[in-house]
């Protein structure tokens, strides 16, 4: 039982770095005013587009998932 509590903690420790690596990122580029190739490879680490779908009215969807560098999805609430 005590290996597994450690292992948690180390994961959650693991996070929390994570997290603050990624923060510090951001407010290095907290107030930028242009997308640059440089600012793209700090803050994301990859960016998966999926095949697009239409539903049966004929709207196109097409799911994209943004991998940011560090903490990984972020996912969001619909609008």
Same mark, same amino acid.
């Given at each position: 039982?005590?290996?597994?509590? %450690?292992?948690?903690?180390? !994961?959650?420790?693991?996070?929390?770095?994570?997290?603050?690596?990624?923060?510090? +990122? &951001?407010? !290095?580029? #907290?107030?930028?005013?242009? #997308?640059?190739?440089?600012?793209?490879?700090?803050? +994301?680490? !990859?960016? &998966?587009?999926?095949?697009?779908?239409?539903?049966?009215?004929?709207?196109?969807? %097409?799911?994209?998932?943004?991998?940011?560098?560090? &903490?990984? !999805?972020?996912?969001?609430?619909?609008?």
């Amino acid at each position: 039982r005590a290996a597994a509590l %450690q292992a948690e903690l180390d !994961k959650s420790q693991a996070a929390t770095v994570n997290a603050e690596k990624f923060m510090g +990122i &951001v407010r !290095k580029h #907290l107030a930028f005013e242009e #997308l640059t190739p440089t600012l793209l490879r700090e803050m +994301i680490e !990859k960016i &998966v587009v999926h095949e697009c779908s239409y539903d049966e009215n004929g709207t196109r969807r %097409q799911d994209i998932e943004i991998y940011y560098s560090f &903490v990984g !999805k972020i996912d969001l609430p619909e609008a």
